[in-house]
C-alpha cells in the first residue's frame, strides 16, 4: 500500500525552529516529487514547498522562503522540512503529498498530516 | 486569501445534483489543467478530479467536471450522505512556483 506518514509537529515559540518529516512507503521513493501542503485551522489549503526525486530544483512559496528548507534522503524514503524563524502564521497542519508521475501534475497520495503550533 | 475563488457553502438533498464552481485567471486555471480534491471531516484530501475532466480509479462516476475560460466547476450527481465534506479547486500557476488552491466549499448533504 502507498502511504505517506509525517512527523516532527509540535509546539514551537515564535521565532523557534521545527524539523518535519515525510517517510514513504509502497512505492520507489526516489521517482517522485514530494510537496508540503499546510492548512491553517479552520482555512483552505496552501503550498508551501517542493522537491524533485533526486533532491534537486527545491521550491518554496513565497511566505515561506528564506525560512523552510526543504530537503530528502532517499536511502530513508524520508523528506525533511527545516522550519526556522516560526510565527504565529505558519501554524497549520503540514501534510506531504506526491505529484504523480506520468505528468498529470496532481497530488494522488496524501499523508494525515503533523501540526504545527507556533506560540510563547 | 485564496488565489483561486470559491463559494463557502453548497448544499443539497440526498439524490439531488449539486455544482461547485472555481474562478481564477489567465495565470491558471486559463493556461491549465484544473484538480479536485475531497476532504471528509478530519481526514486529508483525496483527488476525485485530475486534468480538469479525470476520475482516478475509484471515484464514482456521479462526480465530473468541467471548465471555461477562467472558470472551472465540479458537479457532484445523485448526492449522498458520504459526498458530505470540503472540496477544493486547485491549479498550477505560470507565475508561481507550485500549485494554488481555491478556499474550499463546505458541502451539506441535507
Known amino acids: 500500500e502507498v502511504q505517506l506518514l509525517e512527523s516532527g509537529g509540535g509546539l514551537a515559540q515564535p521565532g523557534g525552529s521545527l524539523r518535519l518529516s515525510c517517510v514513504g512507503s509502497?512505492?520507489?521513493?526516489?521517482?517522485?516529487?514530494i510537496n508540503w501542503v499546510r492548512q491553517a485551522p479552520g482555512k483552505g489549503l496552501q503550498w508551501v514547498s517542493s522537491?524533485?526525486?533526486?533532491?534537486?530544483?527545491?521550491r518554496y512559496a513565497a511566505p515561506v522562503k528564506g525560512r523552510f528548507t526543504v530537503s530528502r534522503d532517499n536511502s530513508k524514503n524520508t523528506v525533511y522540512l527545516q522550519m526556522d524563524r516560526l510565527t504565529a502564521d505558519d501554524s497549520a497542519l503540514y501534510y506531504c503529498?506526491?505529484?504523480?508521475?506520468?505528468?498529470?501534475?496532481?497530488?494522488?497520495?496524501w499523508g494525515q498530516g503533523t501540526l504545527v503550533t507556533v506560540s510563547s | 486569501q485564496s488565489v483561486l475563488t470559491q463559494p463557502p457553502s453548497a448544499s443539497g438533498a440526498p439524490g439531488q445534483t449539486v455544482t461547485i464552481s472555481c474562478s481564477g485567471d489567465?495565470?491558471?486555471?486559463?493556461?491549465?489543467?484544473v484538480y479536485w480534491y475531497q476532504q471528509l471531516p478530519g481526514g486529508a484530501p483525496k483527488l476525485v478530479i485530475y486534468?480538469?475532466?479525470k476520475r482516478p480509479s475509484g471515484v464514482p462516476d456521479r462526480f465530473s467536471a468541467s471548465k471555461s475560460g477562467t472558470s472551472a466547476s465540479l458537479d457532484i450527481r445523485g448526492l449522498r450522505a458520504e459526498d458530505e465534506a470540503d472540496y477544493y479547486c486547485?491549479?498550477?500557476?505560470?507565475?508561481?512556483?507550485?500549485?494554488?488552491f481555491g478556499g474550499g466549499t463546505k458541502l451539506t448533504v441535507l
Open positions: 503529498a506526491r505529484l504523480s508521475v506520468g505528468g498529470t501534475s496532481d497530488f494522488d497520495t
Open positions: 509502497g512505492f520507489t521513493f526516489s521517482s517522485y516529487v
Open positions: 522537491i524533485t526525486g533526486s533532491g534537486t530544483g527545491p
Open positions: 489567465t495565470s491558471h486555471i486559463d493556461s491549465g489543467f
Open positions: 486534468m480538469t475532466t
Open positions: 486547485a491549479s498550477w500557476s505560470t507565475r508561481l512556483s507550485g500549485p494554488v
